[in-house]
């Protein structure tokens, strides 16, 4: 968006003074951005802008997460999709865009089948004085490549969709669970879907022996009866009306290592059946539409597994013979598949319970290993936090008698929300303040939150089929982030949001993986959560509120649609002057900062050649929300005293790349007198931004590096003033991280990046010496720990600023980080001066490290911290050090966690992952292989990390490339690994 200020002819008509322009002039602001008319909510929640493409019927795409990504992601889920078709006006087909980057909207894809993750992206290309047109596709082009033979799913289009032939009314679920081997007993009340239908009724299964088949209690006979393949069992003829359907299978939970369906974590049994998982237990159609009612026993050794746990209410337990015992439980409230829970071991459990606002108590239970029992003492303060929180801010009441949360050390995801019984990956339950970081400690307050609200929004309403995925993941990370927003600093988690929406989001839609926010992948929680939010600044807090209301109260215990939900938010009230609903394409918030820094007061502004008053409750505004849905928008804002410096995307009311033509001077104008203190951050990135990208200019032509003097001012203003949140003056003088600059190149250099990095930090770090060395002294405290805003803003300002002087390597400096590192009462102050000490190869750095992993090898938690810090580490060389912790005792890899740490660490480590040499692709190429064997879902992710091979130099490229080819080419290769792989090939 590109803004001009002009003076115009007078409104004021009666004006005497004509040299007084600024006092009668209105201002204008215009928008030089392409930006299209949306005419139906659709748009707003599937836009799709390309340059250079033809309209037409567009391809999905998905994507896996980068490898080094810490956030949750979906289980499998396979298929290819179709756009949905999007309305356009014929005379806004074709428009010109200008200085805005816009978050989608689309990339154009080749022939791909669904990988292991569900997910969706928005497109964050610049589309800069391009034609363009919306398009969308019916059918993918034909195959370019031949693939290898194996067995891949079907490929499904969301056009295909049809309701199912039957429905599941209950399920009742018997498990004996043994050593060698479990028996799964289901029986299903079967009633057709449409009336008098006489289809074959065909059931999903994976790695699945069946031992019987019954209908109404009679014996089926294979090929008679029943066919069954690697992927389905089909009754031929099924009884017409209502039948009753039971199936025995065995499984062999001890030998899956993939951690889909059942399957054994450190001795106990476990399940994960988001999203096709419940498949690998027994044959049932496996999706999110068909819902019934569960009923589940469970029958183990009672020494062995004296916990047993399923969904819902424990409604009956009891001994059995032979040293056994049992528990029934009946979860009365329908739910998917995916949404089936059981774990059976030996654990302990910290209670506590919750009052609901009806008055109706709740147990409360966190399970674990009893060593790790102190250790949830946080994420039980974190559910009564979110349990109440979701009743004042959305109305919403727990609906069971008993909430489990169970920890679990070998878990693909981060967390999963089966109804009533959350499981978790340890990491993002277990905390104390000895061994987790304040970011750990606010990663389980937003997580533990998360999962609970899907108990209304995915579990009592949840998706029809997967392409919908964004309508609960999207949703519900919107609700996690405003309640940790509402505990914390609301500017903080913003800043915090959007940063991971730019390291991992916008990177993704700028290569061969993007796709818009329906469907699939990790990605579609974090752009499908800022599409949300600009319902709510469209609507305002109280519209979007009633919007809500409506969706619960139509869609109680149904798979819906992203369609329902826009429909029902689009029934609030009206706005004011705007009878009819028109969903508008970006919201952008401005305000208009007066030359003593002060935000001008708003009164009305001329729109359309309208006179809009922007007053509320008879009050001018400070911020108003512009709407922007045509090619070029000009606003006048009127009585305007003097030419303002704009704030344009406050709090960053939409998930765009900006680039406007504020000046150098407004820049840090608004550093240093922004209201709004996002967009003082902002204004400090950006200037961070064009910096590092002129000194990597310089750095490339072999000229000497130097600092602006203005840069660093602007930076010790900031540090400098008191009035401000000492967690937000840690973020504001943090540099854009590598990748981020990288992506703004046309050809990413990471070699350049890194060095020109390095000596910004070392210089500031040198030019501020002073001011870093007194915050550090000024914001120790000898106070016990507290998660709390006020410390964890302290213990982030000073650690921050160690870490600046840290990277000096002197020895007074280097001094001071051992100093904190050992004079250290808790984890978050130890592990940020390690890292302060671990930026410079050496004797200090390797003796520090050793000391730590002595002092904290017995928790498993604290060593993937360690490997993590290693692996992420710039020294160079250091995938020889990363090859080495491989062999490491403390290393597994069967356990997620721990790669992710390690060898997704190393991979978010640009200058050593992109290694001039190859070194970097080779040793993940060679991994990968190794763990597609052990855990194909995991591999997937890991492989992700060579999708945009294409953005380096040619060098670069030919050998990711052969590691990409080697990847595709082996033999017993799954089918997770070989669709990112070769995608990313023919990128």
């Known amino acids: 968006m590109s803004s001009r200020w002009k003076n115009t002819k007078p409104l004021n008509r009666n004006s005497r003074d004509k040299e007084d322009n600024w006092k009668r002039a209105p201002l204008r602001l215009e928008n030089y951005s392409t930006i299209y008319p949306p005419t139906s909510p659709t748009e707003l929640l599937y836009p799709s802008i390309h340059p250079t493409t033809q309209v037409a019927d567009s391809i999905w795409s998905e994507f896996q997460p980068p490898a080094n990504c810490s956030d949750r992601s979906l289980a499998r889920s396979r298929g290819r999709d179709e756009y949905h078709r999007l309305p356009l006006s014929s005379s806004h087909r074709s428009s010109q865009l200008k200085n805005c980057y816009l978050p989608n909207l689309r990339k154009e894809v080749s022939h791909w089948t669904r990988p292991a993750t569900p997910s969706l992206s928005l497109y964050s290309a610049r589309l800069a004085s391009k034609r363009t047109t919306c398009s969308v596709a019916t059918e993918p082009p034909p195959s370019t490549t031949e693939e290898p033979e194996m067995d891949l799913p079907k490929e499904i289009f969301l056009k295909e ?97 993939s951690l889909e369906g059942l399957y054994k974590s450190t001795g106990n049994f476990c399940t994960q059946c988001e999203a096709e998982g419940f498949r690998k237990i027994t044959y049932f159609q496996d999706r999110p539409d068909v819902m019934a009612t569960y009923t589940c026993r469970i029958e183990a050794d009672k020494t062995l597994y004296p916990v047993l746990l399923s969904n819902g209410n424990l409604i009956e337990q009891g001994d059995l013979e032979g040293g056994k015992h049992y528990a029934l439980w009946e979860d009365p409230f329908k739910k998917p598949s995916y949404l089936f829970a059981l774990v059976a071991g030996q654990l302990d459990c910290r209670e506590d319970s919750f009052t609901t606002c009806s008055g109706r108590k709740v147990t409360l239970r966190i399970w674990t290993p009893g060593q790790d029992l102190a250790k949830t003492a946080h994420a039980m303060y974190s559910l009564k936090a979110a349990m109440k929180w979701d009743e004042e801010v959305f109305g919403l009441e727990y609906d069971l008698d008993l909430f489990n949360i169970v920890v679990v050390p070998d878990f693909n995801m981060g967390a999963m929300e089966n109804k009533s019984l959350n499981i978790f990956q340890s990491r993002l339950v277990l905390a104390s303040p000895e061994t987790a970081t304040d970011g750990d400690y606010a990663a389980i307050l937003g997580v533990v939150g998360h999962e609970y609200f899907h108990n209304w929004t995915g579990n009592r309403v949840t998706c029809r089929d997967w392409f919908q995925l964004t309508l609960k993941e999207g949703l519900t990370v919107f609700r996690d982030q405003e309640f940790s927003s509402d505990l914390g600093c609301r500017t903080v988690k913003r800043i915090a949001d959007v940063s991971k929406l730019r390291t991992y989001q916008f990177p993704q839609d700028a290569g061969p993986m993007a796709h818009p926010i ?372 403390a290393f597994d890899m069967r356990n997620p966690n721990k790669v992710y740490s390690l060898i997704g660490g190393f991979c978010g480590s640009p200058v050593n992952f992109h290694a001039k040499d190859g070194s970097g692709y080779k040793f993940l190429g060679e991994v990968v292989l190794q763990l597609d064997k052990i855990n194909p879902q995991v591999a997937s992710r890991m492989v992700s990390a060579f999708s945009r091979w294409r953005r380096y130099d040619e060098s670069r490229q030919a050998l990711a490339k052969a590691q990409l080819e080697m990847i595709v080419s082996a033999n017993g290769l799954s089918e997770n690994v070989y669709e990112i792989a070769s995608k990313s090939l023919a990128a």
């Open 161 to 257: 969709y049809k309701k199912p032939d039957y429905l599941f009314d209950s399920v009742n679920l018997e498990f004996q669970l043994g050593e060698d081997k479990t028996i799964v007993t289901s029986k299903i009340a079967v009633s057709p879907g449409t009336e008098g239908t006489s289809s074959p009724l065909t059931l999903h299964g994976r790695d699945l022996k069946l031992l019987s088949i019954k209908v109404n209690g009679k014996d089926l006979k294979v090929s008679e009866d029943y066919m069954v393949d690697s992927r389905h069992l089909t009754v031929s003829r099924p009884p017409g009306g209502t039948f009753n359907l039971e199936i025995v299978t065995e499984i062999y939970p001890q030998l899956n290592t």
């Open 518 to 889: 329906r469907p699939h992948s990790w990605t579609i929680f974090i752009p499908g959560a800022e599409v949300v939010r600009m319902y709510k600044t469209m609507f305002g807090a109280s519209g979007f509120r009633k919007g809500m209301d409506l969706y619960f109260q139509r869609h109680d215990g149904q798979a819906v649609t992203c369609e329902d939900f826009y429909a029902a938010i689009q029934e609030v009230p009206p706005t004011p002057g705007q009878p009819v609903k028109e969903p508008m394409f970006i919201p952008i918030a401005v305000g208009l900062v007066d030359s003593t820094g002060k935000d001008m007061p708003l009164t009305s502004i001329y729109s359309d050649g309208m006179l809009q008053s922007l007053t509320s409750d008879g009050q001018p505004v400070f911020t108003t929300v512009l709407q922007f849905n045509k090619k070029e928008e000009e606003f006048i804002f009127n009585n305007i005293p003097e030419k303002p410096v704009p704030s344009l995307l406050r709090g960053y009311s939409a998930p765009v790349r900006l680039d406007s033509d504020l000046t150098e001077s407004d820049l840090f104008f608004l550093l240093a007198n922004d209201s709004d203190e996002f967009n003082r951050w902002e204004a400090g990135q950006v200037l961070s931004r064009k910096l590092m990208l002129s000194l990597v200019a310089d750095f490339q032509q072999q000229k000497t590096l130097a600092l602006n003097p203005k840069f660093v001012d602007g930076l010790r203003s900031i540090l400098r003033n008191t009035s401000l949140d000492k967690e937000f003056i840690a973020k504001a003088i943090t540099l854009p991280g590598q990748g981020e600059i990288m992506d703004m190149m046309p050809v990413a250099d990471p070699d350049a990046v890194h060095a020109v990095r390095t000596f910004i930090k070392k210089e500031l770090a040198l030019q501020l010496k002073d001011d870093l060395l007194s915050t550090v002294t000024n914001n120790r405290s000898s106070e016990a720990y507290t998660f709390n805003h006020d410390s964890m803003a302290r213990r982030a300002l000073k650690n921050t600023c160690l870490a600046y002087l840290a990277s000096l390597n002197e020895p007074d400096t280097t001094e001071l980080a051992f100093i904190e590192y050992k004079s250290a009462t808790n984890m978050t102050e130890q592990f940020a001066a390690l890292a302060a000490l671990s930026q410079n190869p050496g004797q200090v750095r390797d003796d520090t490290l050793l000391d730590f992993y002595n002092k904290w090898q017995h928790d498993y938690l604290v060593v993937s911290k360690w490997f993590a810090l290693q692996a992420t580490s710039d020294i160079p060389g250091n995938v020889a050090n990363v090859q080495k912790l491989l062999g490491h005792p």
